[in-house]
Every structure is written in structure tokens, then in C-alpha cells.
């Protein structure tokens, strides 16, 4: 079965500096796909960027961007110039690609965004 | 507004009595989710179903039943509520799994 470990339960950091969020993951499959979802306050579910295992180069959404080290089996996410609008629980979660296995999720890591 | 919508929002249980969840979807989704976050444990996945008909049990199921009749809608039943099924429970549904979901808004049940 996958794990999907986000080893940091909470962070913070202050407005316009940039913050990294780990995720780690442990599975035999060669094809898969990654995923950072947000969660603000209000509950709602809100995905950020994936990442498909067998592309090499890194996926970008404006200001975030993910690390994806395939061998070490890491997806660390990275926001730059970081606004009080992400203050967040932010998931990772990580999927098969083979058959139609449901998304796997982290625990968690709650990002604080310090005026 | 396209998407999922999940009634009720909250709801307070009795320990014992019963309840059904409703999610709706209207993108077409062949896939359909549900999860249940608890603090500190993550999102887990309930039951899922990957077509009108179908079901299959996901990483917590016991306590709860689904069904898939109709193609937009995913219920979730809970037939003698207990104290460990407080929780926010998440519906979701894919078209492509691989694209990631489209997630509801979630329901706070709290069994007393």
C-alpha cells in the first residue's frame, strides 16, 4: 500500500518570503501521480499542482512550485513571496497511475502566513 | 455554479440513530469519492465508486454504507451513529482520476 508522510505538522512564515513544504512517499510503482491540495479556512478543497511521475521537469503554478526528486521519492512543495491568503492546511496526496485507485493523502501540514 | 454540493452542512446525531449524506455532482464524473477528515489524521478515504452501480470499500468503511444509483449522486449511510464517526466527511468525484478532484464543501456530523 502507498504512504504519503508530511513530516512537518505545522509552519510558519512571514508575508513576501518564501516557505518549502515537505512530502514524502513510499510506493513500488514506476507511474504515478502528485498532488499539493489547499485548504483555507473555510473547509474547502482547493488544488494547487500536480506533478506526473514520469515528467521530469518540475511543475509551476505562478507562485508555487514543487521539487520532485523521483529517486528519493520526494514532492516538497514551494511558495514564494508568500501572501496571507495561503494561510492554510496544505495536503500531498499521491496516485496510481495503473487501474483506478483513489488519491492517497498526507496528514497534513498547517501553514501559518505572519504579517 | 458547476460542482459538488454535499447536504447537509452540519448536522448533530444522537449516539445510535441513523443518517444519509448526499453528495451531487453534475460535470459527468464517472468517479466518485468519500472521505472523512479528523485532526491530525489526514484525509481517509471512506468508499469510492467508479461508475453508476458500482461501489468498493476504501480504507475505513466499517460503520458506513454507500450507494451509487443514479450517475450524479453518491450517498453515504450511516445506520447506528457512534461517538468515533464525528468527523467532517468530504465527497469528491473525477472525470479523469488523474487530473486530481473536484471536492464538496464538506459536512461537520458530530454524534453525541
Known amino acids: 500500500a502507498q504512504t504519503v508522510t508530511q513530516s512537518q505538522p505545522e509552519m510558519s512564515v512571514q508575508e513576501a518570503e518564501t516557505v518549502t513544504l515537505s512530502c514524502t512517499y513510499d510506493t513500488s510503482e514506476n507511474n504515478y501521480y502528485l498532488f499539493w491540495y489547499k485548504q483555507p479556512p473555510s473547509r474547502q478543497m482547493i488544488l494547487v499542482i500536480r506533478q506526473e511521475a514520469y515528467k521530469q521537469q518540475n511543475a509551476t503554478e505562478n507562485r508555487f512550485s514543487v521539487n520532485f526528486q523521483k529517486a528519493a521519492k520526494s514532492f516538497s512543495l514551494k511558495i514564494s513571496d508568500s501572501q496571507l491568503g495561503d494561510t492554510a492546511m496544505y495536503f500531498c496526496a499521491f496516485m496510481k497511475h495503473r487501474g483506478n485507485t483513489p488519491l492517497v493523502f498526507g496528514k497534513g501540514t498547517r501553514l501559518s502566513v505572519i504579517a | 455554479n458547476a460542482g459538488v454540493t454535499q447536504t447537509p452542512k452540519f448536522r448533530v446525531l444522537k449516539t445510535g440513530q441513523s443518517m444519509t449524506l448526499l453528495c451531487a455532482q453534475d460535470m459527468n464524473h464517472e468517479y466518485m469519492y468519500w472521505y472523512r477528515q479528523d485532526p491530525g489524521m489526514g484525509l481517509r478515504l471512506i468508499h469510492y465508486s467508479v461508475g453508476e452501480g458500482t461501489t468498493a470499500k476504501g480504507e475505513v468503511p466499517d460503520g458506513y454504507n454507500v450507494s451509487r444509483l443514479k450517475k450524479q449522486n453518491f450517498l453515504l449511510g450511516l445506520e447506528s451513529a457512534a461517538p468515533s464517526q464525528t468527523s467532517v466527511y468530504f465527497c469528491?468525484?473525477?472525470?479523469?482520476?488523474?487530473?486530481?478532484?473536484?471536492f464538496g464543501s464538506g459536512t461537520r456530523l458530530t454524534v453525541v
Open positions: 469528491a468525484s473525477s472525470f479523469q482520476v488523474f487530473w486530481g478532484y473536484t
